[in-house]
């Protein structure tokens, strides 16, 4: 006997219309009427259901219709698979989770001291923001300026300020401009400007280390070089470093 039959079977032994039938299983009664014309099957949880229900076990539901059982086999088989796709992405998703949860902490942290590092350089060295947006302050004719910082966005997965520089600025009376940038501590360039045109610049000197020769071709004395230089590498190590 088919499993559509046996459905038929166990409804009618228990006197009940396909209706009443059908409101056990929360499904129409032509759902109930393709069971019991084997045109479609219930499925697993279903069958299981049906199974506790009647008291009937699945090996006497399902006996003789070897299809069926491969059918139901199939299903499980897939169950399963899925359901250890779903654990894998679930796991992923745990991973990335907890990975992002850790990186937001840390973000948090730095973003606290780099900023109060920055505000305390500020203060300290007695800084006020120009009409550029800057930070500067003047010290005799050299004027030290560094950008107004804040901490990249969360995602863009940097930890430190994009635009760490310490810039000077220096006007000469014969409308010359000295003017240089610190990238990193004891890491500068200079350039001597006039009437828009360099002529003189730390990129002609293959040894920026030797201030002999660069103060030559910056038109500098050696010692106010050297004096700018450590004024700069203060500046830089108190801000970022």
């Not at 992923?92 to 109060?116: A, D, H, Q, R």
């Not at 400007?193 to 002529?199: L, P, W």
């Not at 610049?201 to 030559?216: G, P, R």
């Amino acid at each position: 006997m088919d499993l559509g039959r046996k459905i038929a079977k166990i409804r009618k032994d228990n006197k009940m219309s396909q209706e009443e039938f059908a409101e056990i299983f929360n499904v129409s009664r032509q759902t109930i009427s393709s069971w019991e014309n084997t045109k479609s099957y219930p499925d697993i949880e279903t069958l299981v259901k049906l199974s506790d229900k009647f008291n009937i076990s699945l090996d006497i539901l399902l006996k003789g219709d070897n299809t069926l059982i491969k059918k139901y086999d199939e299903d499980v088989k897939k169950g399963k698979k899925y359901r250890n796709i779903l654990i894998i992405i679930g796991s992923i998703c745990l991973i990335f989770m907890i990975t992002f949860g850790s990186y937001f902490t840390i973000y948090k942290y730095k973003e606290k001291v780099l900023m109060n590092k920055f505000t305390y350089a500020l203060k300290k060295n007695n800084f006020k923001k120009n009409k550029e947006g800057y930070y500067s302050k003047k010290d005799g004719e050299i004027v030290f300026s560094v950008p107004n910082q804040k901490m990249p966005n969360l995602l863009d997965f940097s930890l430190h300020f994009h635009n760490m520089a310490i810039y000077l600025d220096i006007y000469y009376e014969d409308n010359s401009h000295l003017e240089a940038k610190w990238n990193d501590y004891d890491d500068y360039n200079f350039s001597l400007e006039k009437d828009n045109m360099i002529i003189g610049s730390s990129a002609s000197i293959k040894d920026k280390n030797d201030t002999f020769k660069l103060s030559k071709e910056l038109n500098i004395s050696e010692e106010e070089l050297k004096d700018i230089i450590k004024k700069g590498n203060k500046l830089y190590k108190e801000f970022y470093m």
